[in-house]
Every structure is written in structure tokens, then in C-alpha cells.
T-cell receptor
């Protein structure tokens, strides 16, 4: 079956530093990937839609200069949290569509726990 | 406003019992509805996907129903097991060029031995 991986699974960083999170589709090509943030006991919140070879589309209220997204290949998208602050501490999850158009099947990564001290 | 509402917010049942989770949506135009299971600290895993024309779909002990007229869906879990303890998320996909995804807030299910 389709597998999406994320790296790292957890990371602790100091306030003011930048952190990069990778999302890979291991056995399929994904033209579109999504990045979500999830706070404790809350549902996923879509941050941005990442399209291979083009700029990401950010949801309202998400700072594109703070959350840099790069989708350089059909199997890799990266999310860089720049100048991280404690309020950025959260669970970040990516997902990838199998196929194009309406996302009939969407596979989620295992998530990355970010803690900013 | 496009919304997905789930109930109950949380539920505790004894192992072996059945339960039903509810999902009401106001999303339009509708493309498909999905139920996901999310274990604590993990990414969501797909349980079922239903399009407009599908009324019911099963995946093992999980059975989802969809009433597109009333815009309601349910997820029925039969003979619950301790491993069913998780959050269950209802997701509705809008039919549009952007394929907007609307998440419900989830139901936290706890199975007690």
C-alpha cells in the first residue's frame, strides 16, 4: 500500500532556530502534498497545499515567510519552520494524494512532534 | 459556511460493546466523505471513503453510512477492542478545482477493559 514517511519523528529546538521537516511518498509519486498542524486534543488544521514544481498555497492566517514549503520532487516536500518560537510547538503532519485531481485517496504521514524551548 | 460537526466529543465504552459515532456536514458541493482513525501521536489512517452514491461501506468491524440527503454520516464499531481507543475524524471533501478538505473536530473513543 501507499506509504508516507516523515523525518524526523520528533525534534526539540531552541527558540530562534529553524527546523526542517521532510515528507516523503515512499512508493508512489505525489503531485500534491498537504501540511497540517495539530494541537493537543484538537483536529488537524490545514496549513498549506504543496504542489510539485510550484509555490505552495497557504491557508488564511498561516505565515508563508515563517513556514517555508518546498516541493522539489514528486516524492519529497519539506516544511521549514523559521525562527521557531515556543508557540510553534505542535504536531506537524503531512499527507500526499495518490493520483491527480480530486484526492480520492489521501495518505498521511506519521507526524513530527516539534518542541521549541 | 462549510462545516463538519462530530458527536459525541468523547465516548467511553466497555470492551466488546458496540458504538456509533455521528458526523453532520454542511459542505457543498460535496465530493466524498471519509472516516479516519488517529492513534495518539500518530498520523490518521483511512477507514472508509464514500462518494455521493454510496450509502454504506464496511472495513472489518467498522461500518460507515452516508445519507447525502440529510448530510449525515455515522461510523459504527462492532465488538470493540482495546486497540479501538483513538480519535475518529470525519472529513468531507468539497468538489472543486482546489478540492478543499474540511475536517471534523473528531470523537475521542476510549475502550475500557
Amino acid at each position: 500500500g501507499a506509504v508516507v514517511s516523515q523525518h524526523p519523528s520528533w525534534v526539540i529546538c531552541k527558540s530562534g532556530t529553524s527546523v526542517k521537516i521532510e515528507c516523503r511518498s515512499l512508493d508512489f509519486q505525489a503531485t500534491t502534498m498537504f501540511w497540517y498542524r495539530q494541537f493537543p486534543k484538537q483536529s488537524l488544521m490545514l496549513m498549506a497545499t504543496s504542489n510539485e514544481g510550484s509555490k505552495a498555497t497557504y491557508e488564511q492566517g498561516v505565515e508563508k515567510d515563517k513556514f517555508l514549503i518546498n516541493h522539489a520532487s514528486l516524492t519529497l516536500s519539506t516544511l521549514t519552520v523559521t525562527s521557531a518560537h515556543p508557540e510553534d510547538s505542535s504536531f506537524y503532519i503531512c499527507s500526499a494524494n495518490l493520483g491527480q485531481g480530486t484526492p480520492y485517496e489521501q495518505y498521511f504521514g506519521p507526524g513530527t512532534r516539534l518542541t521549541v524551548t | 459556511k462549510n462545516q463538519v460537526e462530530q458527536s459525541p466529543q468523547s465516548l467511553i465504552i466497555l470492551e466488546g460493546k458496540n458504538c456509533t459515532l455521528q458526523c453532520n456536514y454542511t459542505v457543498s458541493p460535496f465530493s466524498n466523505l471519509r472516516w479516519y482513525k488517529q492513534d495518539t501521536g500518530r498520523g490518521p489512517v483511512s477507514l472508509t471513503i464514500m462518494t455521493f452514491s454510496e450509502n454504506t461501506k464496511s472495513n472489518g468491524r467498522y461500518t460507515a453510512t452516508l445519507d447525502a440527503d440529510t448530510k449525515q454520516s455515522s461510523l459504527h464499531i462492532t465488538a470493540s477492542q482495546l486497540s479501538d481507543s483513538a480519535s475518529y475524524i470525519c472529513v468531507v471533501i468539497m468538489y472543486s478545482s482546489a478540492s478543499k478538505i474540511i475536517f471534523g473536530s473528531g470523537t475521542r473513543l476510549s475502550i475500557r477493559p
